[in-house]
Every structure is written in structure tokens, then in C-alpha cells.
């Protein structure tokens, strides 16, 4: 019924480009040659991963404890990488069981340990305020002249400049230092315009990247695929660390393709292998359709065919709501023209007219012929649907973007 899902996502990295281009993937020809056709899935990969995640887990459990009695930077360094590589999720305790002693320590031995430490204040500042810990911003005094400007001393220290300004995004209205340092921060980050004869290309390209999408306001998945990349280049790298995100990225793929699966299968015996936050969901759809499938069958044969066609058009607007989730989570741009095909359908007209047509006789069987056939005013609807949809939300997100700066 709907116009078939234009191309399947394309695995791509963001370029290292000075000049600020959006990447244009070219899409290949549509996956999706048989629209309610199942997802393969690779099932002994999925075991095979699952096994190895839960031996690298315990590993980094053990990292975690041991470094307890390193230095406090250590335990933020370790902290971080772990978070930003998208595997914090399993260690929610020990993270937690490290940062609450930082916390009480602060008012203690701080200047002790992080004292003129730029780097070290601001990630830890960063990550206490991420985990709700009211730590005050007076801690950056420190670093400021007598002029309550930061000292220029700081400009050429890029690593310590990038914590700063990631620090600056947990700010509060009364963080009025941290206004400053947002400020100072970002100036003399992009004059260094990610030179890679100031610092090293793995830190010009977290630089690049920050200034693009700060850390706070971004999405953790996307965070992880692009931390995993700069992550390998670093010469401290641990494989350990490295490994378990990969293998986790990955697992949930695939555990998000078996989700589809399901939902593709529509019984409702498919449950009990999905995850609990997806089991509501999937029960809802389910009455819906038994609800419908009661309705329909008052009207004999014509209520089933009008139930299965139903069924089939919710496939094709879950598959294509995934494709967009594709483009979105790896960061590339498509082709108006493969948008506007995918857009037709998560406009959700045809899913809407399908849903209309369910109780309106046999007489209304002729019509859903009609809308195998794409109509161009259906399809023009749609389109307006979604243009409308997509120019609605870009002004919402411009005045939140100017209301939060």
C-alpha cells in the first residue's frame, strides 16, 4: 500500500573534513523486496556475543575495584572512558560506589589531589553533576585571574579546555562562572579549529565533534559509535574496554532486530523473548488487533482480508519508522527524494485510510485495491503530512536550542 521503504542505513564514520559538511550517503536499492518479509537473524552470533559480554563484564568489575586504590583522576579517567564507550548500563553500582567517596572527599583533601588541575576539575565537576551530586562550581576560581577572567595560561592546554567546556553543559542559572568558561572555552577551541599540530588527531577529533554536538545534549548510542572510533586511535586505549563496547553495540543490533522480528511475526507467543520495556508495547498492538479481529469477523471473509491487509500496513510503517531510526542513529543525511518515500509512510495516511476502510463493508474492499496502487492524492497527502510534521518540529527545536542558550 504505502510506497516501499527507499534504502537500508549505511554504515559510515563522520569525516574529518575541516569544512562543516552534512554527509549524503548513497543508499543502495531497497532491502526490502518483499515488505512483510521477515528479519533474518543471525542467532548464534547473538549467543556466541551474549556469552563473551558477561566474561568482559566480570573483567571490568575487577577493574573497577582494584582501581579504588589508585589516584582520584584514575577512577574519573576509568569512569568516563566507561560511560562514553555506551557500557556504563552494567556497572550502575560500582560507578556509583566509586563516585560517592570523590563526592565526601571534596571538601577534604581536594586541593590536594586536583589542585591547578584543569583537566581533573572539570571531569570531575562533569561527572558528579551527571550522577546528581550537588557539587558547587566555585571549584574553578582556582583558574582565574585576578580579573575574574580564566587564566590565558589555560589557552594552550586543548585537553583541559575540552573538559572545560563539556563541564560547562551540566551548568545551573546560578553557575554564573560557568557562563564564562562556556564562553572562554569554545573561543579558543575553535580558533584551534581542530589543528592537529596543537594536539593529537584522536583529541582534534573529539574537538571537532564537541563543539559540533557537546556531550551532555548527546544521544548516548550515537556518543558510543563515535567514541568507539577515536577511542581505537588513542595510544592508552584499553583492548579490554574497547572489545565489550563493540560487542555490546552490537548485541543490542541484533537484539533490536529480534524486537522487529516479533513485532513482524505478530503473535502474541513472540512475548515472552522480548525484553520488558518492549512486552507493553507489543501486548497493546496485540489487543488492538484481537479487538479488530472480533469487529471483522462479524462481516464474514471480507473481515479477515480487511484484518490482514491492516496487519500488513503496520509492518511496512514499523520497518520504515526503523530505516529513518537507522539514518538518524549513524548520522547521515539522506536523499530527499529516498526521505520523501520513507516519509510518505511515517506520515502514517496510509496507516490511518487502512484503519478507516476496516469497518466500512465489503463495499469498501475496492478501495484498498485502489490504495495498492500508491494513488497520487494519497500520496500527495501524505507528503504535506510529513513536510508540515518536519517544518513543526524545526521550530520547536530552534526555540528550545535558543531558550537553553
Request: one cysteine or more.
Amino acid at each position: 500500500m504505502a510506497p516501499s521503504s527507499a534504502s537500508a542505513a549505511k554504515n559510515s564514520s563522520l569525516t574529518n573534513e575541516e569544512e562543516k559538511i552534512r554527509p549524503v550517503a548513497e543508499f543502495p536499492g531497497s532491502i526490502w523486496t518483499d515488505r512483510i518479509k521477515p528479519i533474518t537473524l543471525d542467532m548464534q552470533e547473538y549467543v556466541m556475543h551474549a556469552k563473551e559480554i558477561e566474561m568482559l563484564k566480570n573483567e571490568v568489575r575487577n577493574m573497577l575495584i582494584k582501581v579504588r586504590e589508585g589516584a582520584t583522576i584514575q577512577q574519573l579517567d576509568l569512569i568516563d572512558t566507561i560511560e562514553r564507550l555506551g557500557i556504563s548500563y552494567h556497572f550502575e553500582e560500582e560507578i556509583e560506589e566509586l563516585l560517592e567517596p570523590i563526592f565526601l572527599q571534596c571538601g577534604s583533601n581536594y586541593e590536594e589531589d586536583l589542585q591547578n588541575d584543569l583537566y581533573a576539575t572539570a571531569l570531575q565537576f562533569r561527572l558528579l553533576r551527571q550522577h546528581g551530586y550537588t557539587i558547587s562550581s566555585d571549584i574553578f576560581h582556582q583558574f582565574l585571574n585576578s580579573k575574574g577572567e580564566f587564566q590565558e595560561s589555560l589557552i594552550n592546554d586543548k585537553k583541559s579546555l575540552l573538559s572545560l567546556y563539556q563541564a560547562a553543559y551540566v551548568r545551573t542559572h546560578e553557575d554564573d562562572i560557568l557562563e564564562i568558561a562556556l564562553v572562554f572555552a569554545t573561543t579558543h577551541l575553535k580558533k584551534s579549529g581542530g589543528d592537529q599540530q596543537e594536539m593529537s588527531f584522536s583529541l582534534a577529533k573529539q574537538v571537532k565533534y564537541a563543539l559540533d554536538q557537546p556531550l551532555h545534549r548527546d544521544v548516548p548510542r550515537i556518543q558510543a559509535l563515535h567514541y568507539m572510533e577515536v577511542y581505537e586511535e588513542e595510544d592508552g586505549k584499553d583492548p579490554l574496554l574497547l572489545r565489550l563496547a563493540k560487542l555490546d553495540y552490537r548485541y543490542l543490533q541484533i537484539l533490536h532486530r529480534k524486537e522487529l522480528d516479533a513485532l513482524f511475526r505478530w503473535d502474541i507467543k513472540e512475548v515472552d523473548q522480548l525484553p520488558k520495556y518492549m512486552k507493553p508495547i507489543y501486548i497493546g498492538l496485540m489487543n488492538l488487533g484481537d479487538w479488530v479481529d472480533e469487529e471483522l469477523t462479524k462481516q464474514g471473509n471480507y473481515g479477515y482480508s480487511a484484518l490482514s491487509k491492516y496487519k500488513e500496513e503496520w509492518k511496512i510503517y514499523v520497518r520504515a519508522s526503523y530505516t529513518q531510526s537507522c539514518w538518524f542513529l549513524n548520522r547521515q543525511l539522506p536523499k530527499f527524494q529516498d526521505y520523501t518515500e520513507i516519509g510518505v509512510i511515517t506520515s502514517a495516511n496510509f496507516l490511518l485510510i487502512v484503519a478507516s476502510l476496516l469497518f466500512m463493508g465489503k463495499h469498501s474492499e475496492d478501495k484498498f485495491d485502489w490504495l495498492e496502487k500508491d494513488p497520487k492524492i494519497i500520496v500527495t497527502g501524505a507528503k504535506i503530512v510529513r513536510f508540515v510534521n518536519d517544518i513543526a518540529s524545526y521550530e520547536v527545536d530552534l526555540f528550545v536550542v535558543i531558550v537553553k542558550d
